[in-house]
């Protein structure tokens, strides 16, 4: 029965799965306030939120609120998504943008793997490609910022690896485990982007 059960609720969750953006090893979807737990699980977590800048505890009423729709808010200035793994058809992380500014066309772009058996795996950055080009190609953005602290080495990693250029260090802005960190900010822009894709396709 206990089998079944699973069987039934597997179903269940996939038939209230839409992606919106289909990776290889994910697909990125809505958020869903039915994952509302899952999510504070996440940035609630010590080893997680480490350096996720979420300095403060965060109650499931403040969680959910992320997952309803802002009636005062006319112009959206985020685009979020989970992160949904193919194979184990479950979500795992968030990933998308924010702080976006229509009439400069740009965007802060962000990611949290929720779950730590899957860092380093590439998911991270699978997940922030499709986000880019995204932005890039549906959203008309110019330019995607992102912001990675020194101790975080396998962000700043990803970021080389999807294009970004380095364009300052701001000096020790966070405070984390008694020790001042540094900021990298990084940046992409929209011809650049182009061109890295057209090289691969090239290749």
């Known amino acids: 029965m206990a089998e079944e059960q699973k069987s039934k609720e597997d179903k269940e969750e996939k038939n209230d799965v839409f992606p919106f953006i289909e990776g ?12 509302a737990n899952l999510y504070c699980s996440w940035i609630n977590n010590p080893k997680v939120r480490r350096y996720s800048r979420n300095m403060w505890p965060q109650t499931l009423e403040d969680v959910k609120k992320r997952f309803e729709p802002s009636p005062d808010r006319r112009i959206r200035d985020k685009a979020n998504f989970m992160i949904y793994h193919k194979q184990e058809k479950r979500p795992i992380g968030i990933v998308g943008l924010d702080e976006i500014n229509w009439v400069s066309r740009n965007a802060n772009l962000f990611a949290l793997i929720g779950e730590p058996e899957h860092w380093g795996k590439g998911i991270a950055v699978e997940a922030c490609a499709l986000v880019i ?3 890039f190609t549906e959203l008309n953005l110019n330019k995607i910022e992102a912001g990675i602290f020194s101790p975080n080495k396998r962000s700043l990693r ?19 485990d008694g020790k ?3 900021n990298h900010r990084f ?12 090289e691969k396709q090239s290749k």
């Open 24 to 35: 290889k090893t994910i697909d990125l979807v809505a958020g869903n306030s039915k994952w």
């Open 133 to 135: 080009q995204y932005g």
């Open 158 to 176: 990803a970021a080389e690896k999807l294009g970004f250029k380095k364009e300052a260090i701001i000096k020790e802005e966070i405070f984390v």
């Open 180 to 182: 001042y960190h540094d």
């Open 187 to 198: 940046s992409l822009f929209n011809r650049d982007w182009l061109q890295l894709e057209n």
